[in-house]
């Protein structure tokens, strides 16, 4: 079946800094990957659809210059979450596949910012 | 307005003892209605796609359905592995390939 690695699984880094997330399908060909944000007990809260090679599409209130979305190729898609603070910390989601094709979550990634 | 709920929000069950969780959706043009399981610190995990009235589909104690306004996920004699949150979210035409989650069933099986 389709597999979608996410790394880190696990980041804790210093207000001010940036922090990379990698989503990268391992099997297959994504021409679209989602990024969702997931508050404790809360479900998944859509941030960005990212298609390859072109920019990324952001929710309403989603600040697209903090979080930003890197689609360069048909595997790879990240997420730098610029300038981190606290109130970003959270637990990160990706989701990755194509239409008709179907779609597979990463095992998401839980920022602390201290 | 679009959107998706879920209830019971938690649920508790003894081993054994079936039941099952609804999800309600009010969206235009529903392409597909998905079941995920999530286990904490996990992503979800897919379990089943629903797209027309009257479809049901099974898999181990689980079972899925759907009508033009909810779907049920029945769990037949629960195990405590069973446990976990279990999201709905749709597909429709106004969202193109995005999905709309609820909010999620948490559901605790005890032994």
């Known amino acids: 079946g389709a597999v979608v690695s996410q790394h880190p699984s696990r980041v804790i880094c210093k207000s001010g800094t940036s922090v990379k997330i990698e989503c990268r399908s391992l099997d297959f060909q994504a021409t679209t990957m989602f990024w969702y944000r997931q508050f404790p007990k809360k479900s998944l809260m859509l941030m960005a659809t990212?298609?390859?090679?072109?920019?990324?599409?952001?929710e309403q209130g989603v600040e697209k210059d903090k979080f930003l979305i890197n689609h360069a190729s048909l595997t790879l898609s990240t997420l730098t979450v610029t300038s981190a603070h606290p109130e970003d910390s959270s637990f990160y989601i990706c989701s990755a596949g194509r239409e008709n094709y179907g779609y597979t979550f990463g095992s998401g990634t839980r920022l602390t910012v201290v | 307005e679009d959107q998706v709920t879920q209830s019971p929000e938690a649920l508790r069950l003894q081993e054994g003892e079936s039941s099952s969780l609804n999800c309600s959706y009010t969206?235009?043009?529903?392409?597909?209605l998905f079941w995920y399981r999530q286990d904490p610190g996990k992503g979800p995990e897919f379990l089943f796609t629903l797209y027309s009235a009257g479809e049901e589909k099974e898999k181990e104690r689980l079972k899925a359905t759907l009508t033009k306004k909810e779907s049920f996920l029945h769990i037949t004699a629960p195990k405590p592995e069973d446990s976990a949150t279990y999201l709905c979210?749709?597909?429709?035409?106004?969202?193109?390939?995005?999905?709309?989650f609820g909010p999620g069933t948490r559901l605790s099986v005890l032994p």
């Open positions: 990212s298609n390859e090679g072109s920019k990324a599409t952001y």
């Open positions: 979210a749709v597909q429709a035409r106004n969202y193109g390939q995005n999905f709309v």
């Open positions: 969206v235009s043009g529903l392409r597909g």
